[in-house]
């Protein structure tokens, strides 16, 4: 169609023939700074709170069963099939629902559930940001559909920041159709620039992480 | 053998502000500099520029780097005027060898007159002496294209008697931009008098920049808003005994 | 300029809570910028610009090269790139699939590109509904309105025009709170996510090596308009490309802090391809339509092709002097601002709307805080040269060119200068802020007019500089 016209334009437009080939980009500008583990969780934390997320560290995977069923209250939930879920024994409390592999019912049940449940591939400590790759174990419509998101994150997981992020994960499309960052509950300030949470993703997230 | 400078008055201070002038040679001629006004100059051509007439800008361009070509300095009360020589000369001139070369020897010895005092004379206080409570308008070239911020303020610190108050927009454009004053002269006169409302709520009596149309501007807005608001230009300012 | 362009500026100049509304709403903007880019914030601030730009530079220089990339790597995730020359075959395509898919609703994420070629228009030419989804959009959508500024659309809407507009156009009870206006649009909104067949979204960056659609977004509707529809379409310029996702550190540390003050917004999708095989949702069919609508035109002038370099944060239109007292419907175009004044003329021609390029003071604002260094004033100054050569070649705007002609002549001639310098002067009473009123004829040029109409002259000196010279 117009793919040969618009690739003709272009190089016409720069000087260039077919298959040309190219100067070495600028060098790839990643700078990781140093930071230990307790630093990392804690800067996280921080951050996540300055954001109006609700924060919770803890020792054990039944400190955070402990924290999440206090959340739940009597609410119904998905979680997702992330194995630390499981490990932890959130899957099995009460009212949360989990081991969906099928779009569908997903969808119908992260649509009227109050809660959904996700663990995290990484978290970035300077943004207090979520990292979440699609997977088998990981649903998009989980951390996205219900109001209420918490995510369980396992210490280790935690990285400075993006730059780190990107220094171990440089080709995320090799592993997923979708990563997401999450940084913070939606929010908008579209009206009178009036700061609204909770427009079309989570109102509120919790950050629990663990060990 | 005194240090010669050459001084570049620009036309707005030559036929609308010449105390603007005489300041500047004054405070030079303080600081160790014999000044020279060679007589021919007239205008750096930005007016055309701006407005887009090239071809007439380069004719005014070309007359100017005939008048200071062996000057050792130019110094310039101005901002704007200073960045068209030594900023855009250099487009003019692209397909002008001779002139193109001219320009660029020219350009490292052409200096906004804060600028030259600062970082040339080396010298931040000129023995001034003016009572009166001050606000500074940055001036959008001086400020953007030469860095000039600290400068002025330094030398007006050093002014006896003066104090000198910081107005929340200093470095919000007044509203001049040479033909867009006159071109849209509605959004021009707003930005004027969001300015002088910026003014008003430092107190001060005076508003100093290094730029005359900066000054014609506010003052000009000032003037029709009955406010009793002066303008000075630095040098004039630095002049005072 | 046009009639029609200064109409625009007057009315909202005259609009007292428009003028507040847009200084307000800039205005916090620029507040939230400066501390995100501030010394302690982001030390290597200036360091990343350079970096973004040179960047960029490379990208575009080697358009083609990464067009190519690019597209391979999206087929290799089980995608489609579609090369489309104008808004016409944007909607040929959609409308083909649409058609094909037996689809009747789309969802529509916020992208100043479709904007650009009013695809919901032509959408709904042909009965295909689309519905916004970003809150601001939604509301323009229902208000058959534009885009007020590139971050910030609906910027000029109170929350009481926000309350008759819903009551009106959805039926429900007249509500202020902007909370609940919220839950309103959530509520109609998830509705049309769940129904919904395609999802179309623009394209924040588009990543070579991985043959990404990077989205950034706060509300979260993108992610919904590209995981529950089975059909994703993303729409972006080709200028949009940059080689590598790892470039991203560079990119997104500039867009959020520069558009709003935020580290990072609250969503950041990297997409690649449909959901892969294993995979629980997200969609089956992936596109991304690479828009050209004349941007080869731009790549073509080297000079001023850094145009084409914009990840459009808005940071220009916020501390532009200009854009804060006209904003954004003044415009001619989509694209408002300093960066709209530059492209607008580049796409459309000069002649689209000659005044443009003069609606500037030059005071550099925009280039001060443009992310990736596209030196805005230059191309401005240059674009006024091609309007005059334009009215040159067309006959037009000969008694300005006369003007300016005379006052060159006078400028190299400096006697003549001294002449016609004090003859001026002499028809002047000094230290008379009204001097040039003796003489009618001169007050009745545009310019004096002009300036007259907004401030007073400055007082006559009585003599000019170089007479006081003499006399020293």
């Known amino acids: 169609m117009s793919r040969e016209q618009i690739l003709h334009k272009v190089r016409t437009a720069l000087g260039r023939t077919a298959g ?15 930071m230990d583990l307790e630093t990392r969780v804690a800067t ?20 955070a069963r402990a924290y999440v069923g206090s959340v739940l209250g009597g609410k119904s939930a998905v ?106 509950p939606s929010r908008t300030a579209d009206i009178e620039q009036i700061l609204v949470r909770g427009v079309h993703g989570p109102r509120e997230i919790h950050v629990v992480v663990v060990g | 053998m005194a240090k010669r400078v050459s001084i570049f008055v620009t036309c707005i201070v030559d036929q609308l502000f010449p105390k603007v002038g005489l300041a500047m040679a004054d405070v030079l001629e303080r600081a160790g500099y014999a000044v020279d006004f060679p007589e021919d100059q007239t205008c750096c051509g930005q007016p055309a520029f701006n407005t887009g007439y090239r071809r007439e ?110 107005m929340d927009a200093a470095a919000e454009c007044c509203g001049f931009g040479g033909t867009f004053s006159v071109k849209f002269p509605e959004v021009s006169g ?35 808003a009955g406010l009793p608001v002066r303008t000075m230009h630095l040098a004039e300012v630095l002049a005072s005994r | ?83 489309c020359k104008d808004g016409t075959e944007v909607a040929d395509f959609v409308l083909g699939l649409a058609k094909e898919r037996h689809a009747e609703l789309i969802v529509k994420s916020k992208s100043m590109t479709t904007e650009e070629i009013d695809l919901n228009e032509r959408l709904a030419h042909h009965q295909l509904e689309s519905v916004e989804t970003d809150l601001g959009e939604y509301i323009l959508q229902l208000a058959h309105q534009r885009p007020y500024h590139i971050v910030a659309p609906a910027l000029h809407l109170t929350r009481y025009d926000v309350g008759d507009l819903f009551a009106r156009t959805l039926g429900v009870a007249n509500e202020t709170v902007v909370e609940k206006q919220a839950l309103i649009a959530r509520t109609v909104l998830r509705q049309k996510f769940l129904a919904a067949d395609i999802g179309i979204t623009g394209g924040n960056f588009l990543v070579a090596d991985s043959g990404a659609v990077v989205l950034v977004e706060n509300e979260g509707n993108a992610r919904l308009t590209t995981s529950a529809p ?69 790549l073509a002038n080297r000079e001023h092709r850094q145009s084409l370099y914009c990840i459009r944060c808005g940071a220009c239109l916020n501390h532009c002097p200009v854009y804060r007292k006209i904003g954004g419907h003044s415009f001619p175009w989509v694209y408002s601002g300093p960066i709209g004044a530059i492209i607008t003329p580049q796409f459309l021609g000069v002649n689209h709307e000659p005044g443009l390029p003069f609606a500037s003071s030059l005071c550099g604002a925009c280039a001060e805080v443009c992310p990736v260094k596209i030196d805005i004033p230059k191309i401005l100054l240059d674009l006024r040269a091609e309007v005059k050569n334009s009215e040159e070649r067309e006959g037009k705007g000969r008694l300005e060119r006369l003007a300016f002609k005379l006052w060159a002549w006078v400028m190299c001639h400096p006697r003549i200068y001294e002449m016609a310098a004090k003859a001026a002067s002499g028809m002047a009473p000094a230290e008379d802020g009204r001097w040039l009123r003796r003489v009618p004829a001169v007050m009745d040029l545009p310019p004096l007019r002009a300036w007259l109409s907004q401030r007073d002259l400055p007082p006559a000196p009585g003599k000019s500089f170089r007479e006081m010279w003499r006399k020293r």
């Open chain 3, 1 to 83: 300029m046009s009639a029609a362009f200064d109409e625009k500026i007057h009315n909202t100049l005259a609009d007292a809570n428009l003028q507040l509304a847009i200084y307000a709403a800039t205005g916090r903007l620029i507040d939230h910028r400066k501390h995100a880019v501030a010394g302690a914030a982001l030390p290597d601030y200036q360091e990343l610009r350079t970096h973004a730009n040179a960047l960029k530079k490379h990208t575009i220089d080697n358009l083609d090269h990464y067009l190519e990339q690019f597209e391979a790597n999206v087929a290799a995730h089980g995608g489609k790139v579609v090369y």
């Open chain 3, 230 to 298: 089975k059909i994703h379409i993303a729409v972006a310029g080709i200028e949009k490309l940059i080689p590598r996702a790892q470039d991203l550190a560079v990119f997104l540390k500039l867009l959020g802090r520069s558009a709003t003050g935020q580290a990072l917004t609250v969503y950041t999708s990297f997409l690649s391809g449909p959901r892969r095989p294993d995979e629980i949702d997200g969609p089956e069919e992936f596109y991304v339509v690479l828009l050209d609508n004349g941007r080869t035109k731009l």
């Open chain 2, 57 to 166: 800008a380069r004719k005014v361009a070309r007359h100017f780097l005939k008048v200071f070509r062996d000057a050792e300095y130019v110094v310039v009360p101005s901002g704007s005027c200073t960045s068209m020589i030594v900023h855009h000369f250099g487009e003019l001139f692209q397909e002008e060898p001779d002139s193109l070369q001219a320009a660029g020897a020219l350009a490292p010895r052409v200096w906004e007159f804060s600028q030259f005092l600062m970082e040339v004379a080396h010298v931040d206080d000129v023995g001034a002496r003016l009572d009166d409570v001050v606000t500074y308008h940055d001036s959008c070239h001086a400020l953007r294209e030469f860095g000039i911020q600290d400068g002025p303020r330094r030398l007006l610190s050093h002014v006896r008697g003066l104090e000198l108050r910081e």
């Open chain 1, 79 to 184: 979680a997702s099939n992330a194995p630390f879920l499981r490990e932890c024994g959130i899957a099995d409390l009460a009212g949360v629902q989990s081991g969906f592999t099928g779009a569908p019912e997903l969808r119908a049940l992260c649509a009227i559930a109050d809660i959904g449940i996700t663990g995290a591939d990484y978290a970035l400590a300077d943004t207090g940001t979520l990292v979440m790759l699609s997977s088998p174990q990981e649903a998009r419509m989980i951390s996205l559909l219900p109001p209420v998101h918490i995510a369980v994150v396992q210490q280790e997981r935690v990285l400075t920041g993006l730059d780190e992020l990107l220094t171990i994960l440089p080709h995320p499309a090799e592993q997923t159709s979708s990563m997401v960052l999450i940084t913070g």
């Open chain 2, 190 to 224: 707003g930005m004027a008098r969001s300015k002088i409302d910026s003014i008003l709520r430092t107190g001060a009596k005076t508003v100093v920049s290094v730029d005359s149309s900066c000054l014609m501007q506010i003052q000009g807005a000032l003037s029709r």
């Open chain 1, 20 to 34: 040309q080939a190219v100067a070495d980009p600028p060098p790839v500008r990643l700078r990781v700074s140093e």
């Open chain 1, 44 to 63: 996280l934390l921080q951050n996540v709170e300055a954001l109006a997320g609700k924060i919770r560290r803890v020792a054990t995977g039944e400190a």
